[in-house]
């Protein structure tokens, strides 16, 4: 079992920053990819970011390209979202995700192929 654990939302302006953190634990992460995704009310979850647990690959969501970067403190076993330039339409609650490398394949974008989630941190960014 992996558990994961988000902090670092919050009441954004528009234009600002907030970082966002994930927490694991549980077992040994070395072969998952740890992603992030959102939910606004209404809508569907949808990818934002991945990264591998080497840090040596990541995508992103094409809406999010050069605002958010994801990243891995391998000292300290986190996963953060840098979210920059906010806008209102990234309000949504944020999700960390781990998921095997090897089931996804190059699914990064798929939720249903994440096996571990968090329990969601809000991100508001007001206009």
């Known amino acids: 079992q992996v558990q994961l654990v988000e902090s670092g939302g919050g009441l954004v302006q528009a234009g600002g920053s907030l970082r966002l953190s994930c927490a694991p634990s549980g077992r040994t992460l070395s072969s998952y990819v740890m992603g992030w995704f959102r939910q606004a009310p209404g809508k569907e979850r949808e990818f934002v970011a991945a990264?591998?647990?080497?840090?040596?690959?990541?995508e992103y969501t094409t809406s999010v390209k050069g605002r958010f970067t994801i990243f891995r403190d391998s000292a300290e076993n986190m996963v953060y979202l840098q979210m920059n330039s906010l806008k209102p339409e990234d309000t949504a609650d944020y999700y960390c995700?781990?998921?095997?490398?090897?089931?996804?394949?190059?699914?990064?974008?798929?939720?249903?192929?994440?096996?571990?989630w968090g329990q969601g941190t809000q991100v508001t960014v007001s206009a």
């Open positions: 990264i591998t647990w080497a840090g040596d690959t990541t």
């Open positions: 995700a781990a998921a095997l490398k090897a089931v996804l394949g190059s699914m990064w974008t798929h939720p249903l192929l994440y096996a571990y």
